[in-house]
C-alpha cells in the first residue's frame, strides 16, 4: 500500500504538470512537456555519453564518501571511547558544523586545482561531520549491561570495543551513512556546476545556459532515479548485515 501510495503521488505530479505544460499559460522553456523530457531522457542514457558523465560523478561522490565515512567512523569511535578524545574534538565538530563548507571550495580550487581532486576533498569534509557525530552518539549510548559483561568475562579492551562497542554502533553508523550519501551526491552536482566541464552537473549548468529546461529536467530525473537506488541498496545492506535490530526512525 506505501508503494503504491508514492506512485499515485508521482502519477498526479506528472499529471499537473502536463496540464501546465499543454495549457499555454507559461512558455514551453519553462515547463516543456513530459515527452519532451522523456524524449532527452531517452538521448542522454541511450548514449555512450550519458554513462560517462553520470560515471564520471559517481567516482567523485563515492571517492569523498568513502573517505568521509572511514574517517567519520574512526573519529566517531574514538570519541564515544575516550573522554580525553571527545574534550577535545567534540567543541570542534559542534562548533564549525554549522559553518557551510562550500564557502571553502575556492580554496579546495587553489589547493588541489579545477579536477576532481578539489572536488572529492570536499564531498570527504561534508560527509566526515555527520559520520563523525552520529557514530559518536552511537558509541556513547552502547549499553552499560554488555560492557560490564564483556569484561567480568575477561574480555580485553580492544576485543571488547571489535566485539561489542562496534556491533552496537552499527545500527547509528547505517544512519549517518544514508544521511551522508545524499549529501555527497549533492555536493558532488553543485561542484560540478561551479567549476567542471564534465559530470551531471556541468550538464544541468550547460543545458540551462542553453535554454534547453526539457534536458536539464531529464538529467534532473538520472539524479533522482540515482539518489533513489543508492538508498535502497544502503537499506538493504543495512537489513542483511544489522540483523539483530532495526532502527525504525532511519529505516522503514
Known amino acids: 500500500m506505501r508503494g503504491w501510495r508514492a506512485l499515485i503521488l508521482i502519477a498526479l505530479a506528472l499529471a499537473a504538470w502536463e496540464i501546465t505544460a499543454r495549457s499555454g499559460l507559461w512558455s514551453p522553456i519553462l515547463f516543456p512537456p513530459l515527452e519532451r523530457i522523456g524524449h532527452q531522457l531517452w538521448l542522454f542514457i541511450s548514449r ?56 571553502l571550495f575556492p580554496i579546495f580550487i587553489f589547493l588541489f586545482g579545477l579536477g576532481s581532486l578539489s572536488k572529492v576533498a570536499l564531498i570527504f569534509l561534508e560527509c566526515l561531520y555527520p559520520m563523525t557525530i552520529i557514530t559518536y552518539h552511537g558509541a556513547q549510548s552502547v549499553n552499560r549491561v554488555l560492557l560490564w559483561s564483556a569484561q567480568n568475562m575477561g574480555a580485553t579492551r580492544a576485543r571488547t570495543l571489535a566485539r561489542v562497542v562496534f556491533p552496537a554502533t552499527l545500527p547509528y553508523i547505517f544512519a549517518a551513512l544514508r544521511v551522508a550519501l545524499p549529501v555527497a551526491l549533492i555536493v558532488a552536482i553543485i561542484t560540478e556546476m561551479i567549476s567542471s566541464v564534465d559530470g551531471l552537473g556541468y550538464v544541468v549548468t550547460y543545458a540551462l545556459s542553453s535554454l534547453r529546461t526539457d534536458r536539464m529536467l531529464a538529467i534532473v530525473v538520472v539524479i533522482s532515479f540515482l539518489g533513489l537506488a543508492l538508498d535502497r541498496a544502503l537499506v538493504a545492506l543495512r537489513n542483511r548485515l544489522v540483523y539483530w535490530e532495526k532502527l525504525d526512525t532511519y529505516y522503514v
Open 48 to 103: 555512450p555519453e550519458g554513462f560517462v558523465q553520470t560515471w564520471t560523478t559517481l567516482y567523485r561522490t563515492f571517492g569523498g564518501f568513502a573517505a568521509g565515512a572511514i574517517a567519520g567512523v574512526i573519529l566517531g569511535m574514538l570519541m564515544g571511547r575516550s573522554a580525553f578524545v571527545a574534550a577535545l574534538l567534540d567543541p570542534l565538530f559542534s562548533g564549525t558544523y554549522a559553518v557551510p563548507k562550500l564557502a
